[in-house]
Each structure stands twice: as C-alpha cells, then as structure tokens.
C-alpha cells in the first residue's frame, strides 16, 4: 500500500497551490480520502473529505470557500487544490485513506505560505 503526496511548497499568501496523493495497492474506489494537516506544536486536524463515489464532500470550518478535494477513481488520485492561502495554513498536509478498519497515510507534504 502506498500514498505518495505531490505538489507541496512555498506560496505567498493568496496564493495557490494543488496538492495530489496518488494511491496503490488497494482498492482506492471503496475508501474514503482524507485531506489532513498538523502545523508545528499542534495536533493533526482534518481538512477535508471526499466519499468513496466522489459525490459527498466535507470541509473543515477554516477551509471552507478555499479549499476544494476532488478525486479520479481511474487515476487512483486525490486532490486538494487550495486557494487563497493564509499564514496560517502553513503545515504537512497528509493523505489518508480509510473503510472499514483499514486506514492508510502518506508520507506528508510540505505546504508553507510566507510573505
């Protein structure tokens, strides 16, 4: 199993940036893909989620409006394109996979937004 994060790096703020994760060796179409982030001192917090089918999304509260996670099941791919970055976005944005009791991460990617 695998989840490789891409797309990570320096922005300024209100800027943008997209990340990818790309999935394999499971069967990516049944879970459900998470977008997490834990900033330097503070706890990993969920960012957003996307339902296996791709049709029902969820957004933290400090993303909404921003952020948008979408998916291709024949790509096994999950994205996060974020938009209008503040200071405060800057963290590891990690990639997560979960059904049932199975539940994959990645390696994390790097997002900071600086002036």
């Known amino acids: 199993v695998q989840l490789v994060e891409s797309g990570g790096g320096l922005v300024q703020p209100g800027g943008s940036l997209r990340l990818s994760c790309a999935a394999s060796?499971?069967?990516?179409?049944?879970?459900?893909m998470n977008w997490y982030r834990q900033a330097p001192g503070k706890e990993r917090e969920l960012v957003a989620a996307?339902?296996?089918?791709?049709?029902?999304?969820n957004y933290a509260d400090f993303v909404k409006d921003r952020f948008t996670i979408s998916r291709d099941n024949a790509k096994n791919t999950v994205y996060l394109q974020m938009n209008s970055l503040k200071l405060e976005d800057t963290a590891v944005y990690y990639c997560?996979?979960?059904?049932?009791?199975?539940?994959?991460w990645g390696q994390g990617a790097q997002v900071t937004v600086s002036s």
């Open positions: 996307i339902h296996s089918a791709g049709a029902v999304t």
């Open positions: 997560n996979a979960y059904w049932a009791l199975y539940d994959y």
């Open positions: 060796g499971f069967t990516f179409s049944r879970y459900t």
